[in-house]
């Protein structure tokens, strides 16, 4: 077994293990009530929603699943990982769930399935991943020694990072067009320039290595 999670009501017990399924036990009687079959490799974290009806689950086969408690059925296949899923979280409100691997933190719209932002900045595996108890922050944990506190990104944060990162030192922005870029993008998400959450900040950061030619 490498990892437990109980239900927000305490009467149930999540589990995740080596042989591929995870497990659903009556933490009264001791007696398995639900068993999830269906990754193809180990399991490595398990999450229950706040409301106790679904329950995400994080593999070794590079994918993060949510099911249905009540009917062991698969609501969505969360693939794009390079690498085992380390960790998975549901938001408190059920809309998003949160992976975490060596390549990349993602944030997933959790009832489509759809990926709506990466995380990137830790400069090693990230170990952790959950969600703050009111639902606007994520938190992040890695042998880099730091835990990070991201607020809530949008997909623009993740469409933003991917294509200035994927043009590099091709990039011929003066800094007054990054500036611009910043603010526009600042714009589109309601908030001011100078009150950006952090992943305004690795966006910033993301122009500065473009500009510099030290992008990935």
């Known amino acids: 077994v490498l990892a437990a999670a109980l239900s927000p009501d305490g009467s149930r017990l ?11 036990w009556d933490v009264r009687s001791k007696k398995r009530i639900a068993a999830f079959p269906g990754h193809t490799r180990q399991v490595t974290a398990v999450s229950f929603s706040a409301d106790g ?13 949510i099911w249905s408690v009540a009917t062991g059925e698969v609501l969505a296949i969360l693939g794009g990982h390079e ?11 059920g809309a998003r769930l949160v992976t975490a691997s060596a390549d990349e933190v993602r944030l997933w719209n959790a009832e489509t399935g759809e990926l709506l932002a990466t ?7 990230v170990a952790a991943a959950s969600f703050s108890p009111d639902g606007q922050y994520v ?4 042998p880099d020694k ?5 607020a809530n990104p949008s997909d623009y944060t993740s469409f933003l990072l991917g294509r200035l990162r994927a043009r590099s030192a091709r990039c011929y922005n003066t800094e007054e067009d990054c500036e611009d870029c910043l ?9 001011a320039p100078e009150d950006r959450p952090e992943s305004y900040v690795e966006a910033w950061r993301a122009y500065r290595e473009c500009r510099e030619g030290t992008g990935d």
């Open 83 to 93: 690498v085992e899923v380390a960790a998975v979280s549901l938001s408190p409100d």
């Open 53 to 65: 009806q679904r329950l995400a689950t994080a593999s070794a086969d590079k994918t993060a699943r």
């Open 119 to 125: 995380l990137p900045g830790h400069e090693e595996d």
């Open 146 to 150: 730091t835990v990070r506190r991201w």
């Open 14 to 24: 999540a589990t995740a293990s080596e042989d591929r399924v995870a497990r659903i």
């Open 183 to 191: 603010k526009a993008f600042s714009a589109r998400l309601g908030r």
């Open 139 to 142: 938190l992040t944990a890695s």
